[in-house]
Each structure stands twice: as structure tokens, then as C-alpha cells.
Nanobody, 111 residues
Framework: VQLQASGGGMVQPGGSLRLSCVAS????????MAWYRQAPGKQRELVAS???????NYDESVKGRFTISRDNAKNTVYLQMNSLKPEDTAVYYC??????WGQGTQVTVSS
């Protein structure tokens, strides 16, 4: 099983990034997929999740700014992040309901 996350980087406040996570070794379209993040000195927290039927759920802090989506044909889950804030700085991890984590991708929002 592998969850390969990519798309992180450094952006200025107000900027955008799109994270991708390609899964292999799992029955992707049967899994709820999610993005978590962990900032330095803080616990890992759920950012957004999406069911196999594409129902979504967001943490209050990102509602209206982030959009989670999935492409079951490509075994890929995305996180479009707009209007980024310094407090969004963290390592972002994708997660599959089967119990597997991606390796994390760093997002830094700074002027």
C-alpha cells in the first residue's frame, strides 16, 4: 500500500496550493479519504474528508477556503487550498479509511 502526496510548497498569505495524493494497493473507491495536518508542537488534526460518494466534511477553520475532491478513475484525492493563511502552515497528510497514511507534504504560508 502506498499513498503518495505531493503539491506542497511555500506561498504568501492569500495564495493557493493544490495537494494531490495518489493511492495504490487499496480499493480506492471503497475508502473514505481524508487530509490531516500537523503543525509544529500541535496534534495532528482532520482538515477535510470525502466519502466514496463524494460527500464532504471540513474543519471549521478551512470551510469556504479549502475543497476536497477525488477522482476514483485515477485513485487520487485532491485538496485545493485557497486564501491561505500563516496558520495553515503544517505538514499535510492524506489518509485512507483502511488505516493507511501518506508520507506528508509541507505547506508553508509566509510573507
Amino acid at each position: 500500500v502506498q499513498l503518495q502526496a505531493s503539491g506542497g510548497g511555500m506561498v504568501q498569505p492569500g495564495g493557493s496550493l493544490r495537494l494531490s495524493c495518489v493511492a495504490s494497493g487499496i480499493i480506492f473507491d471503497k475508502n473514505v479519504m481524508a487530509w490531516y495536518r500537523q503543525a509544529p508542537g500541535k496534534q495532528r488534526e482532520l482538515v477535510a474528508s470525502i466519502t466514496s460518494g463524494s460527500s464532504t466534511n471540513y474543519d471549521e477553520s478551512v470551510k469556504g477556503r479549502f475543497t476536497i475532491s477525488r477522482d476514483n478513475a485515477k485513485n487520487t484525492v485532491y485538496l485545493q487550498m485557497n486564501s491561505l493563511k500563516p496558520e495553515d502552515t503544517a505538514v499535510y497528510y492524506c489518509y485512507a479509511q483502511s488505516g493507511f497514511w501518506g508520507q506528508g507534504t509541507q505547506v508553508t504560508v509566509s510573507s
